[in-house]
């Protein structure tokens, strides 16, 4: 079983439409939980960096962190065209040696 | 811009050649992570290095492949006798402490064998 789950898509919604992503995971131990985002040809972006359970927001992006379902999501709200990218979920657990463990992401396309 | 430089952003290579790839970290920063992204996969990690120390290189085949993080100037991926398999993307990240569970990537350095 992998570490971290994520279901690579494709996924295209329309402009302004809400989109979900989300990953699960097996370690108990994560307790750092990370979104990135992807631009084609590009460095993966810290988007979101939530520590151990419940909610975070940043403008139209919520990052929830459920550690009883070993479950996280990404919201992302009025969606637009450029949020078109791979979104990576990661996580990491302290005293682990500094490993973190990433999806394999999630390819979003918001068509205008 | 302080963040996580790396160079050169694209390599072409012939078998049997040699690549570099260095990476500066973010100002601040002292732990540096190198990850090997090919086309339509994830991230995969390969090396974790503090100052003039290996940390971690558990994901770094064992032959070809070495990394180094000296005391002054950037870190150095370096890939000996490349071969075709190794064309990819390889991304450095920095973060600033041990457990902080925030990582920053560069831009990534293409590597091309022909």
């Known amino acids: 079983q992998k570490e971290v789950e994520q279901d690579p898509g494709p996924l295209s919604v329309p402009e302004g439409a809400i989109v979900s992503l989300n990953c699960t995971y097996s370690?108990?131990?994560?307790?750092?939980f990370m979104w990135y985002r992807q631009y084609s040809r590009k460095g993966p972006e810290l988007l979101m960096y939530?520590?151990?359970?419940g909610n975070k927001e940043d403008g139209r992006f919520t990052a929830q962190v459920d550690k009883s379902s070993k479950y996280i999501s990404l919201f992302i709200r009025d969606s637009q065209p450029s949020d078109s990218a791979t979104y990576l979920c990661?996580?990491?657990?302290?005293?682990?040696?500094?490993?973190?463990?990433f999806g394999t992401g999630t390819s979003l396309t918001v068509i205008p | 811009n302080a963040g996580v430089m790396q160079n050169p952003r694209h390599l072409v290579r012939r078998r049997g050649q040699e690549a570099r790839l260095r990476c500066s970290p973010m100002?601040?920063?002292?732990?540096v992570y190198w990850y090997r992204q090919l086309p339509e996969e994830g991230l995969k990690f390969m090396v974790y290095?503090?100052?003039?120390?290996?940390?971690?290189e558990s994901g770094m085949p064992k032959e070809r492949f070495s990394a180094e993080f000296p005391k002054e100037g950037p870190s150095i991926l370096r890939i000996q006798q490349v071969v075709r398999g190794d064309s990819a993307a390889y991304f450095c990240?920095?973060?600033?402490?041990?457990?902080?569970?925030?990582?920053?990537f560069g831009e990534g350095s293409r590597l091309t064998v022909l």
């Open positions: 990240a920095s973060s600033p402490q041990t457990g902080s569970g925030e990582l920053f």
């Open positions: 370690n108990s131990a994560f307790q750092y």
């Open positions: 939530t520590y151990s359970s």
């Open positions: 990661a996580m990491s657990a302290p005293n682990t040696g500094n490993q973190f463990y």
């Open positions: 100002k601040g920063h002292s732990h």
């Open positions: 290095l503090q100052k003039e120390n290996i940390i971690d």
